[in-house]
């Protein structure tokens, strides 16, 4: 059977409009972009180093640490890392800030309807 069936008709225009309009709604958005906009730009800042590194820093790139693993691997493979430290202080922030009141948003508008 579907969700969207005669039982639970979908919201209205005006319901997702007083929604969106809602105190919880303005509040996710701060708390999403709160978290979203300083780890982007932290990330970003992150890679072009890299980047910038790979490039112009032949010398210290190339710089051997153990065996054949010099510096240039260390910090490429540390990108990967730290995709997945994102990722997973994502999970966790959003679970304990955003998860709850998008909860009561959506609660909100499945009464509504």
Known sequence: ?????????????DVWHEAHASED??????????????????????YLVYVLLADYAHGFMSIKLVGNINVGLVLGLLQFVSTFAITTIYVRYANRNLDPVAERVRARVEDAS
């Open 1 to 13: 059977m579907s969700t969207t069936d005669s039982a639970n008709p979908p919201p209205t225009d």
């Open 25 to 46: 709604f303005a509040l996710l958005r701060r708390r999403l972009r709160a978290f979203v906009f300083p780890v982007s730009a932290l990330f970003l800042v992150w």
